[in-house]
């Protein structure tokens, strides 16, 4: 129920919800564009390790994500009375030191170098998800309103991004040389000031944001995980955006990865990585106007599906037809990534849909829980990135350590394997969102109506 003692929804949550994607966008967003690059340039890695550090971490997330995702409903923190706002706190000074372990140029060699290694990468990924896990739940306790919730979606949307230009950009500026060298000690030193950016975002989450919905429990009522796989399983909805978001994830971080390896082996000029990143900046903008209002009219689930077909056709072209100037190739990517905006903006409101189509259809609410399986998918996605991307540069002899020398078929093959990631994620939007979600405008509403009735009975 609504505790209608707080203030009303308003922009103030807004502006805390970008601020608490800024937060974890501060340093997950940094650690999987140039973690990879880190150990196989700086540290002198192996990729074919690297694959595999990247498959038996996200394999530990499949027992610790839905174990940490169900703490905020198992057990409350403090007296405030807020469900994640403590989960929140408790982790994000973690989150933000794992940030600089990761890109720590440590003096240690052979066995030593690569427990090290692992270690930061396993830490940041436990303290990731005890932020963005409650953090992402959040948003069904803010506000019960669908229009309150798409707008936290598109605020969401709006911190990553911010993160992604702002900050993100002038990290080759930063750590390359004009010749497109890598300076190691720089990794570190914008690992900290990422990592104070992120604790301060965090704290103002929480002063801007209020929890207003209360879900108390019952005396005597156990918590049962299986009851919450039985309603995850029937819930189609929510199966659907874990598909598509695995795919969108390929982009995020398969493409992140990869992308200093295009432009300083291919092209052969970092120099364009801050344009590509500067780049999504009016993109951002033009979605950030015009997909709100198109989807009053046609709904979220069309928008998405006509934005990813887009971005597939041309996606695929650059595929297929590779492109050789520099500049060109940044300039095609950004317009193909007006349909990835897009599906950003709006997947956090799917999500938020999902959860409530469970207590729609099978009077279930679990949102910590039910969001961790949705986090799990991310995981998936980011793990299936990561170590394809590792196994990759591996399969097509790329060669580890500062000044190595790359053949000229690994040059060539390594255009092809950047641009088959956003070809594969658009695919893989299309199946989750047009094959097996199934909220499209009219059923939405008719679900939003059918709970608002039942919750003012319950009142």
């Known amino acids: ?144 309103d669908p229009i309150d919730r798409s707008k936290l979606s598109r605020a969401r949307s709006i911190g990553g991004t911010v993160v992604g230009i702002g900050a993100l950009s002038v990290v080759p500026i930063l750590c390359f040389d004009k010749d497109s060298n890598i300076i190691p000690e720089r990794f570190g030193l914008i690992a900290v000031i990422f990592g104070i950016l992120c604790v301060i975002s965090y704290l103002l989450l929480c002063n801007l944001t209020i929890e207003r919905v209360r879900q108390p429990k019952q005396k005597g009522e156990k918590f049962n995980y299986g009851n919450v796989l039985k309603a995850a399983v029937k819930n189609r909805p929510l199966i659907g955006v874990m598909v598509a978001t695995i795919g969108s994830m390929l982009y995020i971080t398969g493409s992140g990865q990869l992308k200093s390896y295009i432009y300083k082996e291919f092209y052969q000029d970092t120099s364009l990585m801050t344009l590509a990143s500067i780049g999504t900046l009016p993109v951002m903008i033009i979605c950030f106007i015009l997909v709100p209002k198109i989807v009053q009219k046609f709904g979220k689930r069309n928008v998405i599906l006509v934005m990813s077909t887009y971005n597939l056709l041309l996606s695929t072209y650059i595929l297929l037809f590779p492109i050789q100037s520099a500049l060109l190739s940044t300039i095609l990517n950004l317009l193909a990534t007006i349909g990835q905006t897009a599906f950003t903006i709006l997947i956090w409101a799917l999500v938020t849909d999902c959860l409530d189509y469970s207590e729609w259809k099978m009077n279930f609410r679990a949102d910590g829980s039910m969001y961790s399986l949705y986090t799990f998918s991310r995981k998936i996605g980011s793990t299936i990135a990561s170590t394809g991307a590792a196994s990759a540069l591996a399969a097509i002899g790329y060669v580890s350590g500062v000044g190595a020398v790359q053949s000229a078929a690994t040059i060539n093959n390594i255009y092809y394997l950047v641009n088959a990631v956003p070809v594969i994620t658009c695919i893989l939007e299309l199946i989750g969102i047009g094959l097996i979600f199934n909220l499209n405008q009219k059923k939405t509403a008719e679900m939003y109506a059918a709970l608002a009735e039942r919750r003012n009975s319950q009142n």
Not at 30 to 52: K, Q
Not at 89 to 110: D, Q, R, T, W, Y
Request: hydrophobic letters at 50%; proline letters at 6%; glycine letters at 10%.
């Open 1 to 144: 129920m609504n505790d209608k003692s707080l203030r009303p929804f308003g922009v103030k949550d807004q502006i805390g919800y970008v601020f608490g994607d800024m937060a974890g966008s501060f340093v997950n967003l940094f650690v999987d564009a140039y973690f990879l690059t880190f150990c196989t340039y700086v540290l002198g890695i192996s990729p074919g390790w690297m694959a595999g550090l990247f498959l038996a971490a996200r394999l530990w997330d499949a027992i610790n994500d839905p174990i940490m995702g169900s703490f905020p409903d198992r057990w409350r923190l403090g007296k405030s009375g807020d469900k994640f706002k403590p989960w929140i706190k408790l982790f994000m000074i973690p989150l933000a030191l794992s940030g600089i372990l990761c890109f720590a140029n440590v003096p240690f060699e052979g066995i030593a170098l690569h427990a090290w290694v692992a270690f930061a990468y396993v830490f940041y990924g436990m303290s990731y998800t005890g932020t963005s896990m409650p953090f992402g739940a959040m948003a069904s306790v803010v506000s019960t």
